[in-house]
């Protein structure tokens, strides 16, 4: 990835943004100092994260899910132990 100071960043602006428009980012630096990272807005930065339905197959919900432990449960809250 290509580095270029700010004076000659401001000068070949055009220039420099039509490569970023091609997929070629590049990073300008002040002082040797890399301050910024530019590329095209639609560039997507390594794998995107899938949320949902990321654990498809791996994973199994019981069908009394919505039971399991209601009698300890009843029994905590009756004060029955």
Do not use: C, W, Y
Request: hydrophobic share 40%.
């Amino acid at each position: 990835m290509q580095t270029i100071n700010i004076h000659e960043a401001k000068t070949n602006l055009s220039r420099l943004i039509e490569k970023a428009v091609k997929g070629e980012p590049f990073i300008i630096a002040k002082a040797g100092k890399p301050l910024v990272k530019v590329s095209r807005l639609d560039a997507i930065e390594g794998t995107p994260v899938k949320r949902l339905g990321f654990l498809t197959g791996q994973i199994t919900v019981p069908d009394d899910f919505d039971r399991m432990g209601s009698e300890e449960i009843e029994r905590l809250f009756e004060g029955k132990e």
